[in-house]
């Protein structure tokens, strides 16, 4: 993982910093493999570093949503979200191509989903 980028939000303390800009373009890139007809190892690549970036993202994004009130509908919904997230990126990528490809682009936009909500998080 690259250096934190100026425009990244401070981390928690004893937190690894956030990369946005390594995150997003690890996302776009993931994203844009659709475009194509990547080979077994790109879509391995891309679903390892995403799996790299949710690692770091989840607890911290779990952090976050213990703030919200628990009885508002919102923090279920976050929680049901980081759950099925927790469970499709412990999943090892599907041999079939298109299976691979669809799984990829899905963790792709979990990534997205958790970098949105804990850049909205800890934004002042």
Not at 52 to 66: C, F, K, N, S, Y
Not at 91 to 104: G, I, M, P, Y
Request: charge should be negative.
């Amino acid at each position: 993982m690259q250096p934190v980028s100026q425009g990244s939000p401070p981390a928690p303390p004893g937190a690894q910093p956030v990369d946005i800009e390594t995150v997003s373009a690890t996302i776009r890139q993931a994203l844009r493999l659709g475009a194509a007809r990547p080979c077994s190892d790109e879509l391995t690549a891309a679903q390892e570093e995403l799996q790299g970036h949710i690692a770091l993202l989840l607890p911290l994004v779990r952090t976050d949503q213990a703030q919200l009130p628990q009885d508002c509908v919102l923090a279920h919904t976050v929680a049901d979200r980081l759950t099925g997230i927790a469970e499709r990126a412990g999943q090892s990528l599907r041999s079939d191509t298109l299976a691979a490809h669809s799984q990829v682009a899905s963790t792709a936009r979990d990534c997205q989903y958790l970098l949105a909500m804990h850049t909205a998080a800890v934004r002042p």
